[in-house]
């Protein structure tokens, strides 16, 4: 059984337009939320996440929502850019537990 | 700078030969993690260490083992390579604690076997 989920294996965005993407989970336990990205031939580097307590967080273009009550996050990206053409990974944990990955979204940002 | 550095990009082995993934992180993480990703499949957790000489299997643990000597290093063993090992591996380490900490990944390996 999926833990996480990302149901949108790809995503197209115009550049200068908002990247949604989202994930859902189905464990209530899970406290602290992730999003990495991941260019091909390369290992995923972390690009923002939320602890359970907040129900959003902000980095520079970068906005994850959580909403517990759902269990779904999104990733705002505004504006998109071209290099953030990559894979996108949603990722979860509760305590000292390793993390547990979505299948990840592919962003491709059309210039 | 966190660094965990893997000890190749690229690798291709033969079917049935004894592979080794080495890993090393120079930030004194005590939590260290082997993942595999394939296409569609997202990164699937193989096996994890807490601490040097523990070791966990993760959700895909047949046909690797691993080895934690030395609180820096984490390497994956294939036994025996089969085709169906034919993936991307990446190493990943952490802080251990209730802390809300994320996991720092190497470059990643992509290991061919033939």
């Known amino acids: 059984d999926q833990q996480v989920k990302q149901n949108s294996p790809s995503l197209s965005v115009q550049e200068g337009r908002i990247s949604i993407l989202n994930c859902d989970y189905t464990?209530?336990?899970?406290?602290?939320f992730l999003w990495y990205k991941k260019y091909p031939a390369e290992g995923p580097t972390f690009l923002i996440s939320?602890?359970?307590?907040?129900d959003k967080n902000e980095d520079g273009r970068f906005t994850v929502f959580l909403n517990k009550s759902a269990k779904h996050l999104s990733l705002h990206i505004v504006p998109s850019q071209p290099g953030d053409s990559a894979v996108y990974f949603c990722?979860?944990?509760?305590?000292?537990?390793?993390?547990?990955f979505g299948k990840g979204t592919r962003l491709s940002v059309i210039a | 700078d966190v660094k965990v550095t893997q000890s190749s990009r690229y690798l291709v082995k033969r079917t049935g030969e004894k592979v080794f993934l080495e890993c090393v992180q120079d930030?004194?993480?005590?939590?260290m993690f082997w993942y595999r990703q394939d296409p569609g499949l997202g990164l699937r957790l193989i096996y994890f260490?807490?601490?040097?000489?523990?070791?966990e299997k993760g959700d895909i643990p047949e046909g690797y083992s691993v080895s934690r000597e030395k609180k820096e290093r984490f390497s994956l063993i294939l036994e025996s390579a089969s085709t169906n090992q034919t993936s991307m591996y990446l190493c990943?380490?952490?802080?251990?604690?209730?802390?809300?900490?994320?996991?720092?990944f190497g470059q990643g390996t992509r290991l061919t076997v033939v």
């Open positions: 930030m004194d993480h005590e939590n």
């Open positions: 939320i602890s359970s307590i907040k």
């Open positions: 464990n209530s336990m899970f406290d602290y």
């Open positions: 990943a380490s952490s802080f251990i604690g209730n802390l809300n900490t994320e996991a720092f």
């Open positions: 260490s807490y601490d040097v000489k523990m070791k």
């Open positions: 990722a979860t944990h509760s305590g000292n537990t390793p993390l547990v």
